[in-house]
Structures are given as C-alpha cells and as structure tokens.
C-alpha cells in the first residue's frame, strides 16, 4: 500500500515541495518525510475532498514547518526584501536562458518567477489538477475568489513568459515556427 502511495503521487508530490523549497535536494527529503506522515495519518483520511487536496495539505504544512526550521524568508509578496529576492532570481535567470531547451522546463522556470500565491495556484490548478473548489478549500479563499486569483495569476505567467521567453513563446503559438 505505501509503495502505490508513492507510486501515484509521487510527481505531484514533488513538484510541490520543489515550489515551496527551489532546493532538490532538500525537495527530495521533506518528499520522503511526506509520504512517510500520508501513509500513517491515512485512517484520518474521511473522503470529505479528493485525496490529493487531503495530500496537499500535508504538504504544505510540512514545506512551511521545514522553511521556518531553516529561518527562511517566508514573508508575503509585499515585502520589499522579497521583491528584491524576486528580481535578483529574475536577473540570473536570465542569465540562464540560453540553457533552456524544453517548454516544460520554460513553464517551470517562468512559475518561479511568479509569486508564491500565483505559483501555488497554477501548480494546484494545472499540474495537480485541483478543482476551483478544492483550491478554495486549501487556500481558504471562496472558489469564485480563488477564479479571479487564477485569471490574474496566468495573465503575469504569461507576462513573465513573454518577458524571459518571447522567442520560445513566439515558436509555441506559431504553427511550425513560421512568423
């Protein structure tokens, strides 16, 4: 049971906590402890949302325990010292560009850039699959709330992919590259 535990979550899983640490080193070990806890609080699991909302829950509360334990900066977006955390990682990933070779690892490049809201919720909607509603639920937010979220935080994706990647973005909505 604990190996198909790990088995079916164990992308979404990291992908996560690689979201909430930018270390895989570290993403690897709090991905461990995770399903170590999953696997002995699953008679808590009642079914009330989908088991990955529950999952995701452990997640967090893991990926925020670890941060407070290394004395990370976990303050909120508004913060001036984060903003500049922000655009030094925007200056040297520009640096790094030119290494980029998958859109996949574009994609993920481009919602690092992003705040951690907006990058929790595009992880959640589009590579956890999360509905509106469970996002709300994990967020705390009404799920209407949670949509407008959703739409202002892919319109800065967007923009940050345009920024980084505009000729990566240029060859993905022209039909065979052609200008």
Same mark, same amino acid.
């Given at each position: 049971m604990y190996g198909q535990l790990v088995q079916r979550y164990q992308q979404y899983v990291f992908t996560l906590v690689l979201r909430f640490t930018d270390n895989r080193e570290d /993403? &690897? &070990?709090? $991905?461990?402890d995770i399903f170590v806890k999953a696997y002995r609080s699953l008679a808590d699991f009642r079914?009330?949302?989908k088991?990955?909302?529950w999952l995701y829950t452990i997640v967090r509360t893991s990926c925020i325990t670890f941060l407070r334990k290394k004395k990370l900066d976990t303050t909120s977006i508004d913060n001036e010292r984060t903003l500049t955390t922000l655009e030094n990682r925007e $200056? $040297?990933? $520009? /640096?790094n560009l030119v290494e980029q070779k998958s859109r996949h690892a574009m994609v993920n490049d481009a919602i690092r850039l992003l705040s951690p809201d907006d990058a929790q919720l595009i992880t959640l909607f589009y590579k956890g699959e999360q509905?509106? &509603?469970e996002i709300g639920k994990?967020?705390?937010y009404d799920p209407?709330?949670?949509?407008?979220?959703?739409h202002r935080a892919r319109h800065r994706l967007k923009e940050k992919m &345009?920024?980084?990647f505009s000729y990566e973005v240029k060859d993905i909505f022209t039909p065979d590259g052609a200008h």
């Open positions: /993403a &690897e &070990e709090i $991905s461990q079914g009330d949302s088991f990955s909302t $200056s $040297s990933f $520009s /640096a509905s509106l &509603e994990i967020m705390h209407n709330t949670i949509k407008v979220k959703l &345009e920024k980084y």
